[in-house]
């Protein structure tokens, strides 16, 4: 049982450049996530998805692109990559469960991107 | 809206002190309460969380925290440090009415020196 899986874990590109974060679970839930971590800013959310087809901004969207086609994947785009850019990018998901919802996350280990 | 102050940055502590990492939390709605461990080039796995019920929670490696609604805190604590311990602590929480988003404290870096 994978849980969450992403790639690359490690990326650098120039300015510029685009790129897509990929984003694969296997526990069947609802909800998915990607947030960003920098030092001494703590976890931001960039978009998330409640399900196939539903897709929204988080509380920093810009220059991030996202969809959701089917329940297992999510992937992150970067339209055109900036230096801003830099930074460990985390997919998280959460689903409901025989209790209902915990609201527990799952996170994957991270992919670590530097744009130049 | 609600929000998550982690008080320290970074907290130091000797092996078999004890660790107390401090939480505070605002919420328009009673919340659900996490607190997650980020070990060195890893992601972030559950520590422990308070939903309902039994406001002194227990989570993995002898943590506990007490959720204390009158002081909206949510601290996390350790009897005796650990060297194993060191590592980056998040403090998160969920309101009822926010469906599946949290919102996550800056973060502590905790030490633990020999």
């Known amino acids: 049982n994978a849980g969450v899986t992403q790639t690359p874990k490690f990326q650098v590109l120039k300015t510029g450049q685009s790129m897509t974060l990929q984003c694969a679970q296997d526990?069947?839930?609802?909800?998915m996530s990607w947030y960003r971590q920098d030092p001494g800013m703590g976890l931001r959310l960039i978009h998330y998805?409640?399900?196939?087809?539903?897709?929204d901004q988080g509380e920093v969207p810009n220059g991030y692109n996202v969809s959701r086609s089917t329940t297992e994947d999510f992937p992150l785009r970067l339209l055109s990559a900036a230096p801003s850019q830099t930074s460990v990018y985390f997919c998280?998901?959460?689903?409901?469960?025989?209790?209902?919802?915990?609201?527990?996350?799952?996170f994957g280990e991270g992919s670590r991107l530097t744009v130049l | 809206a609600q929000s998550v102050t982690q008080l320290g940055s970074h907290v130091s502590v000797s092996e078999g002190a004890l660790v107390l990492l401090r939480c505070n939390y605002s919420s328009s709605v009673p919340p659900y309460l996490f607190w997650y461990v980020q070990y060195p080039n890893q992601g972030l796995q559950l520590l422990l969380k308070?939903?309902?019920?039994?406001?002194l929670v227990k989570g993995i490696n002898g943590f506990e925290a007490e959720f204390k609604k009158s002081e909206t805190s949510f601290h996390l604590t350790k009897p005796s440090a650990h060297m194993s311990d060191a590592a980056e602590y998040f403090c998160?929480?969920?309101?009822?009415?926010?469906?599946?988003?949290?919102?996550f404290g800056k973060g502590t870096l905790l030490t633990v020196n020999p």
């Open positions: 526990m069947n839930h609802e909800y």
């Open positions: 998805s409640v399900g196939a087809g539903i897709t």
């Open positions: 308070y939903t309902t019920g039994a406001t």
């Open positions: 998160a929480v969920k309101g009822l009415g926010s469906n599946y988003k949290l919102t």
């Open positions: 998280a998901t959460q689903g409901t469960g025989t209790k209902g919802n915990t609201g527990e996350l799952f």
